[in-house]
């Protein structure tokens, strides 16, 4: 009786950690970039995507792949907003955010993770002496900001742009792998910064 009663709460504890478990690996690890940078989870033989894990900048387009022969797809985005996807498997971004591009076939369902980045401004005039933040949209961590000319215009490693003397400068930024650039234009006289 006794090791019966001891019993009880480790199969409550285990019973627990098992749900939890679940629970995180359903809904949790599917959205990190781990879950679609490797391949453990799904093996690549039979019917694969050729892309799992994508950054996109506003305005561009790709066409995602599925490695199948003779099946029919049905291709659908989890948020036409930020990533919008056509018939034929044309993904276009819109705005900044992250949506998943499902694949149905075969009645199975594939998914690529598609996060979609922006920059706040992509050209700015501004007087010598006025600065400006730029900021990668679409992104939290792990931006990079760098000036061809900082003798121009100087940046921080946090975005923020400074007028130096009067030029022409190109403030390149660079997230999850991808680069967006900003043209500085910088005069001695005071003018309104492009909102």
């Known amino acids: 009786m006794k090791s019966s009663r001891n019993l009880g709460p480790l199969i409550m504890q285990l019973l627990v950690v098992f749900i939890i478990f679940a629970i995180f690996y359903k809904f949790i690890i599917p959205r990190t970039s781990i879950f679609y940078s490797h391949v453990f989870y799904e093996p690549r033989i039979g019917v694969y995507l050729t892309e799992r894990d994508v950054v ?13 022969v003779n099946k029919r797809l049905t291709f659908s985005s989890t948020d036409f907003k930020v990533a919008f996807v056509n018939k034929l498997g044309k993904v276009t971004a819109y705005q900044p955010g992250l949506a998943f591009i499902e694949v149905k076939v075969d009645g199975k369902v594939l998914r690529c993770r598609v996060r979609v980045i922006s ?11 006025e600065s400006k933040r730029l900021n990668i949209k679409g992104v939290l961590l792990w931006e990079s900001y760098k000036s061809s000319d900082p003798s121009v215009a100087e940046v921080s490693f946090l975005g ?8 022409t400068a190109v403030i390149t930024a660079k997230a999850r792998g991808r680069s967006i650039e ?4 910088v005069t001695g006289k005071a003018e309104e910064a492009e909102k």
């Open 56 to 68: 996109m900048v506003s305005g561009e387009s790709f066409r995602l792949g599925v490695r199948t």
């Open 119 to 129: 920059l706040n401004h992509t050209s700015l005039n501004l007087a010598v002496g």
């Open 160 to 167: 923020k742009v400074v007028a130096k003397s009067p030029g």
């Open 182 to 185: 900003c043209k500085v234009t």
